[in-house]
């Protein structure tokens, strides 16, 4: 149960209620009505913003709506007070039998507690990684596929039909100097001198691999092959290898894509041709010659007449090439068949995660889509900033294997998946991110992954230790919904089974805003709130979890403690990480 959502609903009832009896004028739009914690925990349980948003339609001065409406609430068995603050929020607090009875939706749901239906099981295509074929994935990808891979996972939790996507870059540039680069280290493979890998081409090591492997396959079948021939065999055969590795790389970060979608394909089977037809019938393509981009001088513009996409109808700062100069589509043409494709396979809800480097693409790309399906489908693009990898404060440049950046593998082998999992998200996606090993691994505060591990273990081992003094007795999460909660009555207690209340609307605004970061602030927190009831209890023997002698209050303070290690293991479920037993 989501209890700011049933008391918002709750309130829209009231004002029917008020509007029924004269007090206010009927069909008022309730649906900015919001009820919220509030800003200071001292200012009570929950807030509405009621009689600030309906007070204009209503013709009333805010605090006379408020002072209605908490009239009504004043009557309310589960409120205990009503307050009025400001020009007109009302603040209201609950009894305590209104949190503890979370505690048995927790124990009655398990980790699916939190689970939402707001999304009403509408399709949402999140598309994340995507990186250019041409090597293995490096750290900055791993944030990125973390990022969205923890969002498709929020998305379902709140109540979507989530499909994760992976689009193939694998035409253009970038894949012919693949082939070229992969032609050389064949030839080496083959027993040829190679010299110094000339530039333009990538120098990674990884291709020795994808060279040997194309030369124990194919033999020397390639070497007096003409270019026609051989370029085609080695784009084909390392764009093949390299995708099982990333395939790999993904799968060792427990990320299973639903779907991979070749841009070579797309543009072989008509695809770009199609799309940008239906934007020439709509008087969106026209021929025009640009201004010089900014920062340019004026002889070093040669002006050209092009093929230009309208997307500042759409909110662009400029109109937008759809072909280069010799004739062939610019990648922009091939993306906007790309989104037009994912609109036709039934999204209308489009995610994309790219690199901090694509911002500029941004406006064109939700403006493409904007135009392509007629105001049908919405773009959200979500940036991931830059990972810097430290050791001890000192950056961590490159791996031997790749030549220029640090694999994911090896961060993923150096610190564990989990780990991975964890850090990338303690950050929102905008902000760069340091990645420091040391940091990552040591067991402190200060490492949130071990503390939010520290808090699931430490509540697995109490309830192991109860089920040893209590022998016989029903320690499962059904068994403790009978337990007696209204023996909950510490301060601390009820600030811990508030913050678990709170989970089911995390995850709708977490959701809605796109930001799965908040989840492991979210979970920093209530292991904030756990680990300070644990050290009370070190400090005050009747605020442990065994109480010797009152077998009650023990029961009621494990149904706690279950319902703590669930709401955590909820949380990590979204994020892709396992709970841990106990800390080794």
């Known amino acids: ?45 929950l807030s509405t913003n009621a009689a600030m948003v309906l007070a204009k339609p209503a013709g009333q001065p805010p605090r006379k709506l408020a002072e209605a409406l908490a009239a009504k609430l004043k009557a309310r068995a589960d409120v205990t007070s009503v307050e009025i603050a400001g020009p007109g929020f009302v603040n209201l607090r609950l009894s305590p039998a209104v949190w503890r009875d979370r505690l048995k939706d927790i124990l009655a749901a398990g980790t699916a507690y939190g689970q939402s239906d707001i999304g009403k099981d509408a399709p949402v295509n999140v598309e994340y990684v995507s990186a250019n074929p041409t090597g293995p994935l490096h750290a900055a990808h791993g944030r990125g596929a973390v990022f969205g891979d923890a969002l498709a996972a929020l998305l379902e939790k709140a109540g979507h039909k989530v499909t994760r996507e992976y689009y193939i870059n ?116 026209y021929v025009g010659v640009l201004e010089p981009p900014k920062g340019k001088k004026p002889d070093d513009w040669e002006p050209r007449p092009q093929t230009l996409f309208k997307s500042t109808d759409f909110g662009d700062d400029v109109d937008r090439p759809l072909k280069k100069s010799d004739g062939s589509f610019t990648y922009f043409s091939n993306d906007i068949a790309y989104h037009h494709d994912k609109y036709v396979r039934g999204f209308a809800n489009l995610i994309d995660v790219w690199g901090a480097d694509h911002g500029g693409y941004v406006k064109r790309m939700q403006a493409a889509t904007s135009a392509i399906t007629g105001g049908e489908a919405a773009l959200d693009v979500k940036l991931c900033q830059l990972v810097h990898l430290m050791q001890n404060g000192q950056p961590v440049k490159m791996s031997k294997r790749a030549g220029t950046f640090v694999t994911l593998r090896d961060v993923i082998e150096t610190v564990g998946r989990d780990v991975v999992r964890f850090i990338m998200l303690t950050r929102r996606n905008d902000q760069t991110l340091e990645f420091d090993y040391a940091k990552v691994t040591e067991q402190s505060k200060d490492n949130p992954v071990f503390y939010v591990q520290y808090a699931h273990a430490r509540c697995r081992s109490v309830l192991r230790h109860a089920a040893e003094a209590l022998p016989g007795k029903d320690l499962t999460a059904d068994g403790l919904t009978a337990a007696n909660l209204s023996r909950l009555d510490d301060e601390a207690e009820l600030a811990l089974v508030k913050r678990m209340a709170t989970w089911p609307r995390l995850v709708e605004s977490a959701a809605e805003a796109h930001e799965p970061h908040r989840v492991a602030f979210y979970l920093y927190d209530l292991a904030s709130d756990f680990h300070a009831l644990w050290n009370k209890g070190r400090d005050d023997a009747s605020l442990r979890f065994l109480i010797e002698g009152d077998e009650e209050l023990t029961l009621a303070r494990l149904a706690m403690v279950q319902a703590t290690a669930t709401v955590i293991a909820s949380g990590l479920q979204v994020m892709g990480v396992e709970p841990v037993e106990e800390m080794r």
């Not at 509007?19 to 206010?24: I, T, Y």
């Not at 691999?209 to 070497?223: C, H, I, M, S, Y």
């Not at 084909?236 to 799968?251: H, S, V």
């Open 170 to 285: 694998d035409a253009g540039a970038q894949v012919e100097v693949l082939a070229r680069s992969t032609y050389l280290r064949y030839r080496e493979a083959l027993g040829e001198d190679i010299g110094e890998i000339p530039a333009g081409l990538y120098p990674g090591e990884y291709l020795k691999d994808v060279g040997q492997e194309l030369a124990q396959r194919d033999g020397n079948k390639w070497l007096q092959a003409p270019e026609n021939e051989w370029l085609p065999a080695c784009r084909d055969f390392a764009i093949a290898r390299i995708m099982e590795w990333i395939r790999d790389d993904l799968g060792a970060l427990n990320i299973r894509m639903d779907a991979y979608t070749s841009e070579r394909a797309l543009v072989q089977s008509g695809a770009v041709d199609t799309a940008l037809k239906a934007l020439e019938d709509r008087g969106l393509i």
């Open 1 to 45: 149960m989501n209890i700011f959502k049933a008391f918002e609903n709750d309130i829209r009832k009231i004002l029917e209620e008020l509007a029924a009896e004269g007090a206010l004028p009927a069909g008022l739009d309730t649906s900015r009505v919001t009820v919220e914690p509030p800003r200071e925990a001292a200012h009570g349980d």
